[in-house]
């Protein structure tokens, strides 16, 4: 539906500001946190240089923690892609904004160190308001401040949280000028860099929050909320509750309503998922393997094979014989399962393949894939070797051949050595 998941307007706060400390350490913000932590020691390269590497590091700081702020207060949950923009406008007034911040308090503590801590105090206070102002499009009167008195206002006691935040955060962000001034390049820059990076983006995240759960005050609609609509999702979720109400009179109308549905454009997971729980409560293992065939290609074309392999076990476990109609798709869940160390599924996949498409070129990598885990895993170290041994003579000029003759002797030999354990 959308680039990242959306989440409720209302959702508690407390519940979002648990949920916020872990943001930046997810997706793209972990990424951006990392790298300008290590670009802080382009820094330490001579003169100008090194103050371009700064000054750059900071413009992008606060153009991600822009579209962060942005892309929350729109409603959605996870971190924005490095480049994305939903206000570009706003991304650009906000960095110009904390740059200029910035440069202030520095020229500040260097000319006229009086009025440094002051400043620092007064900037905390005032930035979330004019943030905020500026994130809604109220360009006009973001310096206005009437206008921080009604977001103040509008926002009440937790309006304080990010003003605390960006006290912690300026302090960090001056604290080698405060405590090491002159002093140069040290080791400890770059975690620092990583924790005032942090800040910033949890704090620019958090004034989205407020955004998002007052935007009636502000007049505003959230484009998640935009997209949910247009995509219909959230005429799915009234159509599941719909469901569910009818589920409890007549199964089988309640199975109608989601065919229904699912014959038009594609279904979420959850009404998938509703589908065959009604299904397997009817009875219907006919109608759960037929849909576990389509569920599964849509899966796999969606980069979602994890949930793919889950469907297949449940399909197989109703039918032996049940393969995904996909060759590609039936190799790729057999080295998933393997992986998992689901070994049994895994085997299952392989054999069903061996079977299925016996002149397929992967029959020797999904028998060496399946003889591996026969005798690493189950001890059959006999009948990996007899399966290895008659995919080399059928397949005499595949580029395998050669390893699969070499597996062949060597878990013949092995066989030979020690017994087969039981298996339960």
């Known amino acids: 539906m959308s680039r990242h998941k959306p989440v409720s307007p209302d959702t508690p706060l407390s519940e979002r500001l648990v949920a916020g400390l872990t943001y930046p350490l997810r997706g793209a913000a972990l990424a951006t946190c990392v790298l300008l932590a290590l670009g802080q020691c382009l820094t330490i390269m001579p003169g100008v240089i090194g103050m371009g590497f700064g000054f750059f590091l900071w413009l992008a700081r606060w153009r991600y923690a822009a579209a962060c702020l942005v892309h929350t207060a729109n409603g959605f949950a996870d971190p924005p ?57 109220d360009e006009a009167s973001a310096f206005n401040p009437l206008q921080w008195q009604k977001v103040i206002g509008r926002l009440g006691a ?110 979420p997971a959850s009404l998938h998922q509703a589908y065959r729980d009604l299904l397997k409560r009817e009875g219907l293992s006919d109608g759960l393997l037929e849909h576990g065939q389509l569920w599964i290609a849509a899966l796999m074309a969606g980069d979602e094979a994890r949930r793919a392999l889950g469907v297949t076990q449940e399909c197989m476990e ?58 690493e895993r189950l001890g059959q170290h006999a009948e990996a070797s007899v399966l290895l041994g008659k995919l080399a003579a059928a397949w005499q000029e595949h580029p395998l051949q050669p390893m699969l003759v070499a597996q062949a002797t060597q878990l013949q030999t092995a066989a030979a050595i020690r017994p087969t354990p039981a298996v339960d």
């Open 81 to 137: 892609d490095v480049g994305n923009d939903e206000n570009a406008a706003a991304g650009r007034m906000l960095t110009l904004l904390h740059m200029l911040v910035v440069i202030a308090c520095v020229a500040c503590k260097l000319f006229y160190a009086p009025m440094f801590w002051p400043l620092i105090l007064f900037c905390s206070l005032t930035l979330p308001a004019i943030d905020m102002s500026l994130a809604f499009g």
């Open 158 to 267: 937790g309006y304080f949280i990010p003003v605390v935040i960006n006290l912690v955060t300026g302090v960090l962000i001056m604290s080698p000028w405060l405590l090491a001034p002159g002093s140069g390049f040290g080791w400890w820059q770059p975690p620092l860099a990583f924790a005032y990076t942090y800040l910033i983006i949890f704090n620019l995240h958090l004034m989205g929050v407020m955004i998002h759960r007052h935007h009636e005050r502000f007049d505003l609609e959230p484009e998640a909320e935009v997209l949910i609509r247009e995509s219909g999702e959230d005429d799915d979720e009234r159509l599941l509750i719909a469901v569910r109400e009818m589920a409890l009179v007549d199964r089988r109308a309640a199975i109608g309503m989601l065919v229904e549905r699912m014959q038009g454009r594609s279904a």
């Open 318 to 375: 109703l039918d032996g014989a049940f393969l995904p109609d996909s060759p590609d798709h039936v190799a790729t869940l057999a080295e998933l399962a393997a992986s998992s160390g689901m070994t049994r599924l895994s085997l299952r996949l392989c054999r069903g393949f061996l079977a299925r498409w016996p002149r397929s070129p992967e029959c020797p990598r999904l028998g060496l894939l399946a003889a591996r885990q026969m005798a």
